[in-house]
């Protein structure tokens, strides 16, 4: 059978045995992570008086979540295991004899792995977006019974344009704040014009920020005002603190939306590192099965032991998983920039790999390219 395939017929014969794998090993790893998780929040959801149904609809909209989470391990495994039967049953063996060289293994599964990463990213994107979103909102409204809509942030300010907004308390979903101070500069920021507080204010994105009950002072003119209503042309809307709430992560929002979100609040002087840590991670997570490929790869030319190269698998999988978590504090915290640390697992785990494979490749293409020249001789 070997000997019949080109390798047209065997790409399609590689990526049967490796979709196959991949579902099993997904189905598995799903029902050991439902279980886990089943485990850990039985008490909640039964001392919380939930019905089967809520129950089984938190596990269901969390599965897309669930799939994103372990994919990564899920691809390097079917990888493995895949590439180990190859070898014991010798079609690895006979096809390189027959002149089919590792490279083309290599090649073949780079190109594999990005048509992979490109669906993880946008399946996590969309489904797995509303997925865990709905879950949390299970979680926190039905479990923990604290409504979302009733979430209030503390000792909030931000920076738009010639104006210092400050606010003692922010409610984000209800697009409010209290205990308003807002100054206004003039050119060059270097005098206040204004200082105008209120006890509250509703913000729209039609009207502005109307304030209630404000008291405008003019510093330079030693006057003050009062105002039953205050409009002012501030355009930020309180929904994109959404995304900074302590109680919210901001991978609940999608790429696009977080992009927004990011850019709303750089222009009034927030720190981002935290977002931005996070949008690059949403690429570098999806992309993490290129890394998983080329360990993959790289593993089944030190050993064709499948127990070994799993052990070995995992051991680089759990790495990769705490270089990413070290790398997610480090972006957050401004030690590194959002994008290094974002994508320093990828690297690390990618750049061992990557040399492995040139240490095996170069000097298989060597002996070829001296093997071809002998043969002209």
Not at 57 to 84: D, N, T
Not at 103 to 119: K, P, T
Not at 127 to 141: C, H, L, N, P, S
Request: glycine residues 8%.
């Amino acid at each position: 059978m070997i000997r019949k395939l080109l390798p047209g017929h065997l790409a399609g014969y590689v990526l049967k045995q490796n979709m196959f794998l991949m579902m099993v090993c997904l189905g598995v790893g799903t029902g050991v992570y439902l279980l886990s998780d089943l485990f850990d929040r039985l008490d909640d959801f039964i001392e919380a008086g939930l019905g089967i149904g809520i129950i089984l609809r938190y596990f269901l909209v969390k599965m897309p979540l669930i799939f994103s989470q372990i994919l990564p391990a899920v691809f390097l495994l079917a990888m493995l295991i895949q590439l180990c039967v190859m070898a014991k049953s010798k079609e690895l063996l006979a096809l390189r004899t027959g002149g089919l060289s590792l490279g083309w293994f290599v090649r073949f599964f780079i190109i594999y792995a990005v048509f992979w990463s490109m669906g993880q990213l946008m399946f996590s994107q969309v489904i797995g977006v509303y997925g865990e979103q709905e879950a949390f909102r299970i979680w926190k409204e039905d479990v923990r019974k604290s409504q979302l809509d009733k979430r209030v942030l503390h000792n909030i300010w931000f920076r738009e344009g010639k104006y210092i907004v400050e606010a003692d308390e922010v409610m984000p979903f209800g697009n409010k704040a209290k205990g308003i101070t807002v100054y206004e500069f003039g050119e060059g920021n270097n005098q206040i014009l204004k200082v105008i507080t209120s006890e509250s204010a509703e913000v729209s994105d039609k009207y502005g920020w109307k304030l209630e009950n404000a008291v405008e002072l003019s510093p330079d003119r030693f006057t003050s005002r009062k105002h039953p209503i205050y409009t002012m042309p501030i355009k930020l809307n309180l929904k994109v603190f959404k995304a900074v709430d302590p109680g919210a992560d901001p991978a609940q929002l999608p790429l696009w939306q977080l992009d927004d979100v990011i850019d709303q609040l750089q222009k009034s002087g927030s720190n981002v590192n935290r977002l931005k840590t996070a949008w690059h991670s949403k690429w570098s997570y999806a992309f993490s099965l290129l890394a998983m490929a080329l360990v993959s790869l790289a593993l089944i030319t030190i050993s064709e032991n499948v127990y070994l190269n799993i052990g070995l698998g995992l051991a680089f999988t759990f790495t990769y998983y705490a270089l990413f978590m070290i790398g997610a504090s480090a972006g957050d915290s401004g030690v590194l920039p959002p994008i290094i640390a974002a994508w320093i697992g990828n690297i690390v785990i990618s750049v061992f790999a990557a040399l492995r494979l040139a240490w095996v490749l170069i000097p298989e293409s060597v002996g070829k390219y001296f093997g071809r020249n002998k043969k002209l001789q």
